[in-house]
C-alpha cells in the first residue's frame, strides 16, 4: 500500500511543481504530522486541502 501511496502522492505534487523527495522532505521540515496514507487520500479526494499542504510547505 505505500508505494500506491507514493504514486498517489507524486502525482499530486507533480501538477504543482515539485517532486515527492522535495514535497516529503519539505513536509517533514516544516514538522507537518500528516502521514503518507493520509497525504494520498487528501490527493486524491480533497484536492483543495492538499494544495493547502503544498502551499504551507513551498
Given at each position: 500500500?505505500?508505494?500506491?501511496?507514493?504514486?498517489?502522492?507524486n502525482?499530486?505534487?507533480?501538477?504543482?511543481?515539485?517532486?515527492?523527495?522535495?514535497?516529503?522532505g519539505?513536509?517533514?521540515?516544516?514538522?507537518?504530522?500528516?502521514?503518507?496514507?493520509?497525504?494520498?487520500d487528501?490527493?486524491?479526494?480533497h484536492?483543495?486541502?492538499?494544495?493547502?499542504?503544498?502551499?504551507?510547505?513551498?
Amino acid at each position: 500500500m505505500r508505494s500506491l501511496w507514493i504514486q498517489r502522492i507524486n502525482a499530486g505534487v507533480r501538477q504543482y511543481g515539485m517532486s515527492y523527495s522535495e514535497f516529503i522532505g519539505k513536509v517533514n521540515s516544516k514538522n507537518i504530522n500528516l502521514n503518507r496514507k493520509v497525504l494520498a487520500d487528501l490527493a486524491m479526494n480533497h484536492p483543495e486541502a492538499f494544495k493547502a499542504v503544498v502551499d504551507q510547505v513551498k
